[in-house]
């Protein structure tokens, strides 16, 4: 299994560029998320999705778009990219159940915005 | 919304020493608390973590304990050793299991750093 994917890596945009990150998992995984990291800010949570189709706004969602078309996918989208969105993005999944709520991250995909 | 505060930011030890990592959160209805090693340019990975049911949780070199009226818990690793050097976050959930959706809100990370 390869767990979870993130593609691409490394990207740098020109400030209002639009691009697409792609998330995959392949653990069967109901819940989604996507993450930003910045220096001393620990991650914070852009959006969620807790099934094909649904998603829902975290802590830091302005700026960004996801969408959820099938279980194991999970986009998110930058419409105009701005210096302020320079960071880590991690993409992670979690199954549902009341035993087990570990979070699984992808590699990560480091984006500039200049 | 929850926050969670950690401290120290960077804490330096020697080979062989113990590490403390202290995490304080706001929202008392938080059930379930992780904590996640990042090594420089990989992916946060679960170490440990504990249910507000359970005060202490041990495997091996870690620990984590939680204290529900204070509303702080803690990553204690003992004999520590160069490889342990990293990025420690740790990370609170609200109502996990239930209508969180098993959303995390993490602390700002220690840059633990092991001297041989």
């Known amino acids: 299994n390869a767990g979870v994917t993130q593609t691409p890596k490394f990207r740098v945009l020109k400030t209002g560029q639009s691009m697409t990150l792609l998330c995959a998992q392949d653990?069967?995984?109901?819940?989604m998320y996507w993450y930003r990291q910045d220096p001393g800010m620990g991650l914070r949570l852009i959006h969620y999705?807790?099934?094909?189709?649904?998603?829902a706004k975290g802590e830091v969602p302005d700026g960004y778009n996801v969408s959820r078309l099938k279980k194991q996918n999970f986009l998110l989208g930058l419409e105009s990219a701005a210096p302020s969105q320079t960071s880590v993005y991690f993409c992670?999944?979690?199954?549902?159940?009341?035993?087990?709520?570990?979070?699984?991250f992808g590699p990560g995909t480091r984006l500039t915005v200049t | 919304g929850e926050n969670v505060e950690q401290h120290p930011s960077t804490l330096s030890v020697q080979e062989g020493d113990s590490a403390v990592i202290k995490c304080t959160y706001s929202?008392?209805?938080?059930?379930?608390f992780p904590w996640y090693k990042q090594e420089l340019g990989k992916r946060p990975q679960l170490i440990i973590d504990?249910?507000?049911?359970?005060g202490e949780k041990k495997d091996q070199r870690i620990a984590v304990t939680l204290n529900k009226t204070a509303k702080h818990f803690s990553l204690h690793i003992t004999e520590t050793q160069p490889e342990d050097s990293a990025v420690y976050f740790c990370?609170?959930?609200?109502?996990?299991?239930?209508?969180?959706?098993?959303?995390?809100?993490f602390g700002q990370g220690t840059i633990l750093t092991v001297h041989p």
């Open positions: 992670a999944s979690s199954r549902v159940g009341l035993a087990d709520y570990e979070q699984y």
């Open positions: 653990m069967n995984h109901e819940y």
């Open positions: 990370a609170a959930s609200l109502n996990a299991g239930g209508t969180s959706y098993g959303k995390l809100t």
């Open positions: 999705s807790v099934g094909e189709g649904t998603t």
């Open positions: 504990i249910r507000s049911n359970v």
């Open positions: 929202d008392s209805a938080s059930n379930y």
